[in-house]
């Protein structure tokens, strides 16, 4: 079945006003700005509000998106909230998000993908629209991040932040842009290096076992770092030849921000010079499913590409999980 093509009409991105700086984490646990930096490019991240959840982080940004795509919450007809930090387990934070935006229309879910959630939700909302099942869809990529770290370990506390962004996808008009191709993929093999081990029907957290911080994300860095490289490079390469592009064609790489280092590694890999590669990891730390997200919206707004240009966006996540996007803008 051929599929309509479908564009991204709208972005937009919501950070917590509280930066929790390196030198702040000095404070807190054994290590140095020094250290983060060189390891990892990360100066500071957001933390959300006591209070402040997923879901209204996921609000502001998808109300920027809205605005910018000139769709009216009310005619939204689909939200795919992609989260590993979800308000609660039951119901999913999409729904949440659709009674705070009133729109009522909507069919609303949450995908668990890690840091590929935005990219398998832009997918699966390319297919719904493309086939017709809908017309229009709100991604929103969301994480409070914050409520689960361990703030003992420096091993991973120092990685990770809060934050939200989202996008407005619509069936693409004659001379509009639209996404060219799509890869996304998982291998469950590999569950056990990134994880969030406590807290699910496997573990459940319980009086004995509550000190144990459990519902904390837990990371095999160097093994999750390997892995990261390889896939994110074979996933851009699939979607860039798959379009019919070449490194020359690519006004910009929108890659998921976890490390400098493997962002590097990803444009030497790919051939890209790296002031086409965005990143805005110094500023907010690795933001899970929210990550790309963020940094669409930031570099679209800031014209590092224009409409009519292409741009790829590629991600890596726990699953583990990876996904390209190839994007004529
Ligand atoms: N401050 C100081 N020292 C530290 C810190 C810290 N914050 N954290 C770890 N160390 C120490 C370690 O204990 C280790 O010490 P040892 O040699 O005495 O044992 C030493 O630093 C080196 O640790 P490595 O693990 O070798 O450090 P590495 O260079 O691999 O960097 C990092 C670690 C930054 C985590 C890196 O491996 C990485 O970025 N991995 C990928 C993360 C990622 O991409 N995640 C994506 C998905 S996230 C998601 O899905 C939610």
Redesign the pocket.
């Known amino acids: 079945m051929s599929l309509a093509p479908v564009t991204i009409a709208g972005t937009g991105s919501y950070l917590p006003e509280r930066i929790l700086t390196n030198a702040e984490?000095e404070k807190i646990?054994?290590?140095?700005d020094e250290?983060?930096t060189s390891?990892?490019g990360i100066k500071e991240r957001r933390i959300a509000a006591e209070g402040e959840f997923t879901s209204d982080m996921a609000t502001k940004a998808a109300k920027k998106a809205l605005e910018q795509a000139k769709i009216k919450a009310e005619d939204l007809e689909l939200i795919i909230v992609a989260t590993?930090t979800p308000d609660t387990l039951t119901p999913a934070t999409a729904c949440y998000v659709q009674d705070n935006l009133e729109a009522r229309k909507a069919i609303a879910f949450d995908i668990s993908a890690?840091?590929?959630g935005f990219l398998y939700a832009m997918e699966l909302a390319k297919n719904m629209i493309g086939a017709g099942s809908v017309s229009n869809a709100l991604i929103v990529g969301a994480e409070k991040?914050s409520a689960f770290t361990n703030w003992e370990d420096?091993?991973?506390?120092?990685?990770?932040g809060d934050g939200a962004g989202a996008a407005v996808l619509r069936k693409s008009e004659e001379g509009e842009g639209r996404i060219l191709a799509t890869e996304i993929g998982t291998d469950g093999a590999q569950t056990s290096i990134?994880n969030i081990p406590g807290g699910g029907s496997a573990m459940p957290i319980t009086e004995a076992n509550a000190g144990d911080k459990l519902s904390s994300?837990s990371?095999l860095?160097?093994e999750?770092?390997k892995q990261?490289v390889r896939r994110m490079k074979d996933a851009a390469i699939k979607v860039v030849d798959e379009s019919g592009l070449t490194s020359e064609d690519i006004a910009q790489v929108i890659p998921?921000q976890?490390?400098l280092?493997?962002i590097d590694a990803i444009a030497d890999r790919l051939d890209i010079d790296n002031d086409k590669v965005f990143v805005n990891l110094h500023k907010y730390g690795?933001t899970?499913a929210a990550a790309v997200a963020i940094a669409l919206d930031e570099a679209a707004r800031s014209g590092k590409f224009k409409r009519g240009e292409n741009i790829v966006c590629v991600v890596?996540?726990?699953?583990l999980?990876w996904a390209a996007a190839a994007i004529e803008w």
């Open positions: 984490l646990v054994d290590t140095t250290w983060i390891r990892t590993i890690a840091c590929s991040l420096r091993n991973t506390c120092v990685l990770f990134l994300l990371m860095g160097k999750v770092f990261a998921h976890a490390n280092r493997i690795n899970s890596f996540g726990a699953g999980t």
